[in-house]
């Protein structure tokens, strides 16, 4: 990479909060990067406006129906438009140095996988693709040759502090977990929390959905099984440690007594920046840490009683085979009903619950063994889960 073209990247998600940063440092390093490809869901006029800042050449919106509306909108522009799941499978594989995978939910995953079977680099923030299917997406980065790299902060901050050396030297894996907003509720408060108290994570600016994920806890479980397919570690391994300022990203424990961490001011453009430079380093316009300011960091364990989620995704992670899958398709519609106001915070939790027993009843949760089975168990999933939420509808919110 020391190669004086720029590097070319495509960004999946280019609309969302990880695609806005992501965009910041390749705009304040033109030299070193140049933005070939962007999508988004189905927001024309955020991707119409991100085409006309960037300069793009490839634009794609998934939703198969906007696509009249972006060509229109881009019309002229020189801008070569795209619509469905066929055309951001096609952006996911054009011509480039490495592709931001920042989609959220399990959505990412086919064009995730796409990118990593075309070999390259692949900075993955879409966690939910990993905890779906990551056995079968690290196979196939295998098989390919591809290098991922990871955008969780967690995870990033893990792979900054990884030494290349014997697995018996690694002792422990921690990921930092700020304990979101209700870290110091009661569990009778967080019965009755409200989708815009969740919302208003503490130390973080985030989509919808993993800022939700941040506040019951599941997202600290998600990562969980994020960092087991990430590095070359075991379940028991894995550990979580409350630390409110967010300062601390991950941490690595090594046998002789050395505990190796990443701090920095919690900002993912300095992950995003990493990813998108490495193995070098480059600037991020991330304000410099400033520890006299922050003061103090502390330190408390996880509460897995008020944090059910937590729970059910170190459960699952153990339980292994389907059960993450299936935990991953319960969380998301879960999440999408309290942010719809149909269940109370609490009947996230409950939800998954009740779709994991009744997934193991039903002896749902074998080893999906291709990206079919997959999408047959998440299907399944999301199937029982929007029963159980018809079910508890009105008793929550
Ligand atoms: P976001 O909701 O802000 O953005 C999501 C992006 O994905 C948008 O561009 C949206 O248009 C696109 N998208 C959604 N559904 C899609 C679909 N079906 N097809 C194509 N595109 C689709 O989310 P975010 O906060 O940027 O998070 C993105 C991913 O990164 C998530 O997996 C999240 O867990 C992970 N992540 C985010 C942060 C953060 O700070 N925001 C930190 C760590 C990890
Ligand atoms: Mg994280």
Avoid at 120 to 142: D, P, S
Avoid at 202 to 228: C, H, Q, R, V, Y
Avoid at 300 to 329: H, S, Y
Wanted: proline content about 5%.
């Amino acid at each position: 990479t020391q190669s004086s073209s720029p590097q070319r990247v495509v960004v999946l998600g280019a609309t969302g909060s990880i695609g806005a940063a992501t965009l910041d440092v390749i705009a304040r390093s033109p030299d070193r990067f140049e933005l070939v490809g962007i999508a988004a869901n189905r927001s024309v006029s955020a991707l119409a406006d991100l085409c006309r800042t960037h300069r793009p050449s490839r634009a794609v919106v998934a939703d198969a129906a906007k696509g009249e509306e972006l060509k229109e909108v881009l019309s002229g522009s020189g801008i070569k438009v795209g619509a469905g799941e066929d055309a951001l499978v096609e952006l996911a594989t054009m011509p480039a140095d490495i592709v931001v995978a920042a989609i959220s939910g399990a959505a990412g995953l086919a064009p995730t996988v796409a990118a990593i079977r075309r070999g390259g680099r692949v900075a993955i923030a879409n966690k939910e693709c990993l905890v779906t299917a990551g056995t079968l997406v690290m196979e196939e980065a295998r098989r390919a040759g591809a290098t991922i790299l990871p955008v969780d902060s967690e995870h990033n901050a893990i792979f900054q502090v990884f030494e290349d050396t014997a697995a018996e030297a690694v002792a422990e894996v921690v990921l930092t977990a700020s304990g979101g907003p209700f870290r110091t509720w009661s569990k009778a408060d967080m019965a009755a929390a409200r989708p815009e108290q969740a919302l208003k994570h503490p130390n973080w600016s985030m989509g919808a959905k993993i800022t939700i994920d941040s506040a019951t806890m599941m997202n600290k479980g998600l990562e969980l099984i994020e960092a087991f397919h990430l590095f070359p570690i075991t379940a028991d391994q894995l550990s979580v440690v409350v630390h409110p300022q967010s300062i601390i990203h991950g941490m690595v424990r090594y046998v002789d007594g050395s505990c190796l961490a990443q701090l920095g001011t919690p900002d993912m453009r300095t992950p995003i920046s990493n990813c998108l430079s490495w193995p070098a380093r480059g600037p991020a316009g991330v304000e410099p840490l400033d520890l006299v300011k922050v003061g103090s960091l502390s330190f408390e364990a996880p509460d897995v009683d008020r944090f059910q989620c937590l729970a059910l995704a170190q459960a699952a992670l153990r339980r292994g085979e389907g059960a993450p899958t299936a935990l991953n398709a319960a969380n998301e519609v879960a999440v999408a009903a309290f942010l719809d106001g149909r269940i109370g915070f609490l009947e996230i939790a409950a939800t998954i619950e009740r779709v994991l027993n009744c997934a193991e009843r039903d002896h749902m949760l074998v080893e999906p063994k291709s990206l079919d089975d997959v999408a047959g168990l998440d299907a399944y999933a999301r199937r029982v889960g929007t029963d159980a939420i018809a079910g508890m509808a009105g008793t929550g919110a």
